[in-house]
C-alpha cells in the first residue's frame, strides 16, 4: 500500500509536531525511504511518527532525519 494522508495525523506537542498514523503496512514498509514523501511539507527532520501497523497490532517511533525541499522524506526506526 501507499501513504494515506487521512490516516496521518497531527498532535501538537508545544512547539513541536508529533504524528500518529495507522496503516496496514508493515512497519518495514513504512520505514523504507521515500514512504512519507507525500507529506515532505508537514514535518521536518527530528519530527517523531508513532506508526502503528492496524494488521499485526504493533506499534513503533520513527523519526524524520532528512525532510528536503525536494520532497524526499526519510526515517530511522526507533522502535
Keep these: 500500500m501507499a501513504f494515506s494522508a487521512s490516516s496521518f495525523k497531527r498532535i501538537n ?3 513541536k509536531a508529533l504524528y500518529l498514523y495507522t496503516t496496514t ?3 518495514a514498509t513504512i520505514a523504507g ?3 512519507f514523501n507525500n507529506a ?3 514535518v521536518e527532520q527530528g519530527t517523531v511518527i508513532i506508526a502503528v501497523d492496524t494488521d499485526q497490532t504493533s506499534v513503533d517511533l520513527l523519526a524524520v532525519s532528512s525532510a528536503t525541499g525536494a520532497t524526499t522524506v526519510t526515517v530511522v526506526n526507533g522502535t
Design 40 to 42: 515532505y511539507a508537514e
Design 25 to 27: 503496512d508493515a512497519i
Design 13 to 15: 506537542v508545544g512547539d
Design 33 to 35: 525511504s521515500g514512504y
